[in-house]
Nanobody, 119 residues
Framework: QVQLVESGGGLEQAGGSLRLSCAASGRSFGIFAMGWFRQAPGKEREFVAR????????FYADSVKGRFTISRDSAKNTVYLQMNNVKPEDTAVYYC????????????WGQGTRVTVSS
């Protein structure tokens, strides 16, 4: 079993920055990719960004491209989401997810961390 623990959420003013972290732990697991998703009040969960573990290839939702940066520390099994120039529409609960193999969808999820951006 794999546990994902997010941290770094909070309240920020529009135009500010936040950095989210997600640490993965457990027994004998592999990582193909890790990603960040978010769910705003009254909306469905949406993809934000993902990074492949071996090569660090990244992909972003159009809504965050140029403002958010996903990165990883392989030695710590940790993924980060640097959020710059945040907007009120970035307000959501942010979840990290782990995809253990290329053949599977994201199979482990964190508990979420809340981000609130005030205007």
């Amino acid at each position: 079993q794999v546990q994902l623990v997010e941290s770094g959420g909070g309240l920020e003013q529009a135009g500010g920055s936040l950095r989210l972290s997600c640490a993965a732990s457990g027994r004998s697991f592999g990582i193909f990719a890790m990603g960040w998703f978010r769910q705003a009040p009254g909306k469905e969960r949406e993809f934000v960004a993902r990074i492949t573990w071996n090569y660090g290839n990244t992909f972003y939702a159009d809504s965050v491209k140029g403002r958010f940066t996903i990165s990883r520390d392989s030695a710590k099994n940790t993924v980060y989401l640097q959020m710059n120039n945040v907007k009120p529409e970035d307000t959501a609960v942010y979840y990290c997810a782990l995809r253990s193999t290329v053949a599977l969808d994201y199979d482990y999820w964190g508990q979420g961390t809340r981000v609130t951006v005030s205007s």
